[in-house]
């Protein structure tokens, strides 16, 4: 199977922008047949990153306002999801994650959005950008037989 273009848009750093975002990231992965498990990771890990964006990244009152690109590109198994935005630096690669060690509706919500995104990807990068951050996430498009990822 040869590439695909990669499929970009940009949406405002808000919750409404999340919620378009997933919408989005719907189409594409229909126009992909991206498996459904594939689909549930890829939006899992969206909308950890985006709503984190929105939550934290904010830079001040004068700053220009918070906006996310999303990226996604399909070649042969490989899929990769980048998420860009213009808020304070955080290197999300170095973020702990906290262990989920009771059934979930035990657990406090809060901080296990880290442990989500590295469950369901195969591979967690973090690049500074000098106007914010850049997130890159990969993934199997169909997984491999004793595969952990989204395990």
Not at 42 to 66: I, Q, S
Not at 116 to 134: A, M, Q, T, V
Request: proline fraction near 6%.
């Amino acid at each position: 199977m040869s590439a695909t273009q990669p499929h970009r848009a940009q949406f405002p750093g808000t919750i409404d922008g999340a919620v378009t975002a997933s919408s989005w990231l719907h189409g594409v992965a229909e126009r992909e047949a991206l498996p459904g498990k594939l689909v549930f990771a890829l939006e899992v890990c969206l909308e950890e990153l985006f709503t984190n964006v929105v939550r934290h990244g904010g830079r001040g009152r004068d700053a220009a306002p918070l906006s996310v690109d999303v990226g996604l590109s399909v070649e042969g198994n490989d899929v990769a999801m980048y998420i860009e935005d213009n808020g304070k630096s955080f290197d999300v690669s170095q973020a702990p994650a906290r262990p989920i060690r009771r059934p979930l509706e035990e657990v406090m919500p809060g901080g296990l959005g880290m442990q989500l995104i590295r469950s369901f990807s195969k591979e967690l990068l973090y690049e500074s950008r000098p106007d914010g951050n850049r997130v890159i996430l990969k993934f199997l498009r169909q997984e491999q037989a004793g595969s952990t990822a989204g395990a």
